[in-house]
């Protein structure tokens, strides 16, 4: 059974950091990526960061100078470094992770059931 078990969500005051990691499990067909989505309440689900096992990042733009995102292909790990936070980073997170079946073109992802981060004084 494929699983993705997420960790690190909390409650943080502003200007505060948290570290969210993830990792997966039972994915046999190969990972091509993996990534951080998040949706806060009433909007819609938008992405965080994201990587792929080439190493190429792609960050939404609000927070490109105060996230990291990092990948251990071997471990199939992901985690987001989350520095400077605002009120407006509150939101429940996602894990994502990207395959594609071996020896085909088909690919698809599976998602994490989320962690919530809550950024308040």
């Known amino acids: 059974q494929v699983q993705l078990v997420e960790s690190g969500g909390d409650l943080v005051q502003p200007g505060g950091s948290l570290r969210l990691s993830c990792a997966a499990s039972?994915?046999?067909?190969?990972?091509?990526?993996m990534g951080w989505y998040r949706q806060a309440p009433g909007k819609q689900r938008e992405l965080v960061a994201t990587?792929?096992?080439?190493?190429?990042?792609d960050y939404l733009d609000s927070v490109k100078d105060r996230f990291t995102i990092s990948m251990d292909n071997a471990k199939k790990t992901v985690s987001l470094e989350m520095n400077s936070l605002k009120p407006e980073d509150t939101a429940v997170y996602y894990c994502?992770?990207?395959?594609?079946?071996?020896?085909?073109?088909?690919?698809?992802?599976?998602w994490g059931k989320g962690t919530p981060v809550t950024v308040s004084s």
């Open positions: 994502n992770v990207g395959v594609r079946v071996i020896m085909s073109s088909f690919r698809y992802s599976y």
């Open positions: 039972g994915i046999i067909d190969g990972i091509y990526a």
């Open positions: 990587i792929t096992i080439g190493g190429t990042t």
